[in-house]
C-alpha cells in the first residue's frame, strides 16, 4: 500500500495534508456579548485547531463590537475552513485573514522582570535601551521593562535577558490591524 | 407596540407569533412559571414525553415532516442534559428547533443550585446558536431571533436558556416586525453567484458521463427545490443520486434515479460516482459515507457544489466550481440558464453513458437469497412498502441494518416522507421522531422501521403515543442482534461478537399491550402480509414483532478504506478477503 495511505483513526483512509503548516494572523470582529470569547475557543478546541496566541477587547464600545486577534498555525486549506468556521457563528460580523491579505501590521507588548545587581545591572539597561525598552519600575536590584513590537523582538529580548537575571514575563499576544488607509 | 407581561407569558406569545402549534416537552421545577402561562392558553398543544430525548426526536420528526420549526420545552439541569442528544443530532442533519430551558433563578447561577447546570456552555457546541437570557426586556427579541436563526441559511437547533426569575419578571413584549428580523451580523446568502451558475451550466452542457449527487439540503430548501431538481433532470437527462439524508427529492419510480449512493448504496450509483466526468453536488456535504477512501473519489471529476453553508465547500472534497446559495434559487437558475443555452436534448451525447449505468444496474445489487422459512429483513420491508405504498405514508427509523435496509427497499417518490439520524446515527431516534410525525398529520400512516436493539433506548414513549391517540407503527426487524455491530464482527473481527448479541429481550406483544398498544408477532414468511394488514388496520399503536434471520448483512457495502469501485456485492463469495489489515483497524 502507498505510504501516503496511511490509517487516519476514522472510519476511511483520508489523504494527509501534504501542505506545509503556517502561522496565520486572523482579525475578527465579533458581538461583545458574554460567552463569545467560548464559543470562538470552544471552535478551536471542538475543531482540532490550534490557537498560538488570542487577544481581544472591545473596540467600538457604542456597537459593543470586540476585536479578537487570533494567530492560529495550519494548512493553508485549513485556514480557509477555520474562517469559513468562524464565519458560521452567529455573533461574528467578519473575519480577516491578515496574513493572507499580505498587508497585517503586528504588535505584541511584554512585560519583563529582571533582578541583578553590579555589572550585570548596567548591561541590563543597555540591552532595553537598544531595544526600545522602557523601565515602567525599578528598585534597587530590579527592573520591569516595557517592550513593544513584533514577537519575534520580544522573543530576542527575553533570550538576552536570561543570562542577565531574568525572573518573569508577561505577555499580551499578538494584535494586528491592516496597513493603508482601508478599515476592517 | 411594547405591551406589559410576565416572562413566562411573552414566551408563549412569543411561540403563537412565529407559529408553534405544538410544543415537545417535559416540566420541572425551572420552568414552571411557562407551564402555567401554557395551562392559559388556548391555541398551543403540548405534548408530553417520557424522557427530554424523545422530545428533541419527536420534534425533528415533525419538523422534518412539515418544514416548520420544531420546539422543545425542556426544564433546567437533566432536563437540559436529556436534550443534548437529540440537539446535537438536530445540529448533523440541519433540522430546525428552538429549544427553551429553563435555569435556575438568576442570583443561584454559579452556585451549584439544585437542578443547576451550565446549559449554554454544554449546549455551545451542539447548536447552531444559543441564548441565555437574564433580562425579561431582552426576551423577546432572542425568542424572535431564535426562530429566525433556526430555519434560515443551514438550519439547526437553538437553544434559550431563561431563569425562573425572569420568567416572572414584568417586561415589555413586542412583535418582531414582520417575522424579518434583520440581524446585524447573520446573513446567510441564498443567492448563487450568477457567474459561477453559468460556468456550471457550461459544463453541464460539456458533461458526457455527468452525475446529479443531491442531498437533504434539496429537501430542507422546501418544494420548490425539488421540483426545480425533478425539471433540471428532466432538462438534461442526468442520471440522479442522493445521500440517505435526500431521499423522496428524486422520484424514486423515475427511470434516471440510481438509487442511494455511500457505504451501503446500489452498485450503478457509486459506480456512476467513480467514473462520472462531471459531478453535481445539490445540498450535500461530501460526507465520509459517501466519499470512502478520499484520494480514490471519483478521480476523474469536475465537480460543482452547491451549498448554502460556505463552510461545507472544500472541507472534504476540493470542488472546481463552488455555489454558495440556496438549493432552490440555484436549481431555478440553473433551468433557465440551461434553456437560454440550449433547446436540444442531450440524449445522444448521453447515451454510451446510460448504456454503461444499464450494465451496472443489471448487477441488480439489492437482490438478496429470500427463503420459505424464514423472513429476510429486506423481504420484510419489501413487504410492508408494497403493502402501504398507495397510502399517505411517513417513515421513521432507528440506526443500523435495518436503517439501511429501509433506505434500499422502500422507495419515496416525496420528500419529508422519509425521517431518520443520518449525521449523528442515533439509535432510538425513530420511535419518538414517529409520534412527532404522527402529531403534524394525524390521519396519516406512520412507520418506524426499528430495530429492536434501537427501539429499546426510547421505548418508553410508546407510552406519549398511547396517551395522545397516536397509532404510529413500530416495524422491528428483530434479529436479537445489534445487527450492524454484528456485521462488522463478522466481517472485520473474526466472528467475535463482543456484546452485540441481546441475551434478553422483551416479549414485545406484551410490552406494547402493557402499554395499551397493539402487538403482534410474525416469524412465518408466509404470514407476514397478513400480519402487516393487521398492523395497518389498527387504530392502535402497535409494536409489530418481525423475527427475522439473525444473520443476514446489509450489502452492497462499501469497506473501510476502499473506494467507491471496490464495493462488496451481496454473492461475493470471500468477503473476509476484499478487507485488507489496514481496513479493520478503521472504527
Not at chain 1, 488570542?54 to 457604542?62: C, M, P, Y
Not at chain 2, 427553551?100 to 447552531?128: M, W, Y
Amino acid at each position: 500500500m502507498n505510504a501516503k495511505f496511511q490509517p487516519t483513526g476514522s472510519a476511511y483512509f483520508i489523504v494527509p495534508d501534504t501542505q506545509n503548516p503556517e502561522q496565520h494572523i486572523l482579525s475578527v470582529i465579533v458581538d461583545n456579548e458574554p460567552g463569545i470569547l467560548a464559543r470562538i475557543a470552544g471552535l478551536f478546541s471542538g475543531r482540532g485547531y490550534n490557537i498560538d496566541s488570542l487577544t481581544v477587547s472591545e473596540t467600538e464600545h457604542e456597537k459593543h463590537l470586540s476585536r479578537i486577534t487570533i494567530a492560529v498555525t495550519a494548512t493553508p486549506k485549513m485556514h480557509m475552513q477555520i474562517r469559513m468556521q468562524l464565519d458560521r457563528l452567529v455573533p461574528v460580523h467578519r473575519v480577516l485573514d491578515l496574513t493572507a491579505e499580505g498587508n497585517g501590521l503586528e504588535r505584541e507588548l511584554a512585560l519583563v522582570k529582571v533582578a541583578g545587581k553590579g555589572e550585570n545591572r548596567v548591561e541590563t539597561l543597555r540591552l532595553a535601551e537598544a531595544f526600545r525598552a522602557q523601565v515602567v519600575d525599578a528598585t534597587t536590584d530590579s527592573f520591569v521593562f516595557e517592550i513593544t513590537g513584533k514577537s519575534s523582538k520580544i522573543e530576542q529580548f527575553i533570550t538576552l535577558m536570561q543570562p542577565l537575571g531574568l525572573v518573569e514575563v508577561v505577555r499580551t499576544g499578538r494584535t494586528a490591524i491592516s496597513r493603508g488607509p482601508e478599515g476592517m | 407596540m411594547a405591551e406589559q407581561m410576565t416572562g413566562a407569558e411573552i414566551v408563549i406569545q412569543a411561540l403563537k407569533d412565529n407559529g408553534v402549534e405544538h410544543i415537545f416537552g417535559y416540566p420541572g421545577g425551572a420552568v414552571l412559571p411557562i407551564y402555567d402561562a401554557l395551562f392559559q392558553t388556548e391555541g398551543i398543544e403540548h405534548i408530553l414525553v417520557r424522557h427530554e430525548q424523545g422530545a428533541t426526536h419527536a420534534a425533528e420528526g415533525y419538523a422534518r415532516s412539515t418544514g416548520k420549526c420544531g420546539l422543545v420545552l425542556v426544564t433546567s439541569g437533566p432536563g437540559a442534559t436529556n436534550a443534548v442528544t437529540g440537539l446535537t443530532d438536530a445540529l448533523l442533519d440541519s433540522v430546525p428547533l428552538v429549544c427553551i430551558t429553563g435555569q435556575v433563578p438568576t442570583s443561584l447561577i454559579g452556585s451549584d443550585a439544585f437542578q443547576e447546570c451550565d446549559t449554554v456552555g454544554i449546549t455551545r457546541n451542539c447548536t447552531k446558536h444559543n441564548y441565555l437570557v437574564k433580562d425579561v426586556n431582552d426576551l423577546a427579541r432572542v425568542l424572535h431571533e431564535a426562530f429566525y436563526v433556526a430555519t434560515t441559511g443551514r438550519p439547526g437547533p437553538v437553544v434559550v436558556d431563561i431563569p425562573k426569575d425572569v420568567q416572572f419578571a414584568l417586561g415589555n413584549y413586542k412583535k418582531s416586525a414582520n417575522g424579518a428580523t434583520q440581524h446585524a451580523s447573520y446573513r446567510p446568502q441564498t443567492e448563487g453567484d450568477s457567474a459561477a451558475i453559468e460556468a456550471a451550466v457550461d459544463l453541464m452542457l460539456k458533461a458526457e458521463k455527468p452525475v446529479f449527487y443531491t442531498g437533504g439540503g434539496v429537501v430542507n430548501s422546501g418544494p420548490e427545490a425539488c421540483e426545480h431538481l425533478r425539471e433540471l433532470a428532466a432538462l438534461t437527462g442526468f442520471p440522479v443520486t442522493s445521500t440517505l439524508m435526500g431521499l423522496g427529492a428524486f422520484p424514486a419510480n423515475n427511470n434516471q434515479w440510481l438509487g442511494m449512493l455511500g457505504m451501503h448504496g446500489t452498485y450503478e450509483a457509486n459506480l456512476a460516482m467513480h467514473d462520472c466526468d462531471l459531478m453535481i453536488n445539490i445540498g450535500a456535504r461530501f460526507d465520509d459515507r459517501i466519499t470512502g477512501r478520499i484520494d480514490g473519489f471519483s478521480p476523474n471529476s469536475m465537480k460543482i457544489h452547491v451549498d448554502i453553508d460556505p463552510s461545507s465547500i472544500n472541507k472534504n472534497i476540493t470542488v472546481d466550481i463552488p455555489i454558495v446559495g440556496d438549493c432552490a434559487s440555484v436549481l431555478e437558475e440553473m433551468v433557465r440558464v440551461w434553456r437560454t443555452k440550449t433547446n436540444t436534448s442531450r440524449e445522444d451525447a448521453l447515451k454510451p453513458w446510460w448504456k454503461q449505468i444499464e450494465d451496472w444496474r443489471s448487477v441488480k445489487s439489492l437482490s438478496f437469497k429470500n427463503s420459505d422459512t424464514v423472513i429476510k429483513p429486506q423481504y420484510a420491508v419489501q413487504r410492508l412498502y408494497e403493502a402501504v405504498k398507495d397510502r399517505d405514508v411517513y417513515i421513521t427509523t432507528e440506526v443500523g441494518q435495518h436503517q439501511m435496509w429501509a433506505a434500499q427497499h422502500f422507495h419515496f417518490n416525496e420528500p419529508k416522507r422519509w425521517m431518520t439520524s443520518g449525521g449523528l446515527g442515533t439509535m432510538g431516534y425513530g420511535l419518538p421522531a414517529a409520534v412527532g410525525v404522527q402529531v403534524a398529520h394525524r390521519d396519516a400512516l406512520v412507520i418506524d422501521i426499528a430495530g429492536e436493539a434501537s427501539v429499546q433506548m426510547t421505548m418508553q414513549e410508546m407510552s406519549t403515543a398511547v396517551q395522545y391517540g397516536l397509532p404510529i407503527k413500530i416495524f422491528i426487524l428483530n434479529n436479537e442482534y445489534m445487527g450492524m455491530v454484528r456485521q462488522w464482527q463478522e466481517l472485520l473481527h473474526g466472528g467475535r461478537y463482543s456484546q452485540s448479541y441481546s441475551e434478553s429481550l422483551p416479549d414485545f406483544v406484551k410490552l406494547a399491550e402493557a402499554y395499551g398498544g397493539k402487538g403482534i408477532r410474525c416469524s412465518d414468511p408466509k404470514e407476514l402480509d397478513d400480519a402487516i394488514a393487521e398492523m395497518i388496520d389498527s387504530d392502535l399503536p402497535v409494536i409489530f414483532d418481525c423475527v427475522v434471520d439473525k444473520v443476514e448483512n446489509c450489502f452492497p457495502m462499501i469497506p473501510s478504506g476502499k473506494a467507491h469501485n471496490e464495493i462488496i456485492l451481496p454473492d461475493t463469495a470471500d468477503i473476509g478477503s476484499i478487507i485488507d489489515d489496514k481496513g479493520k483497524v478503521l472504527v
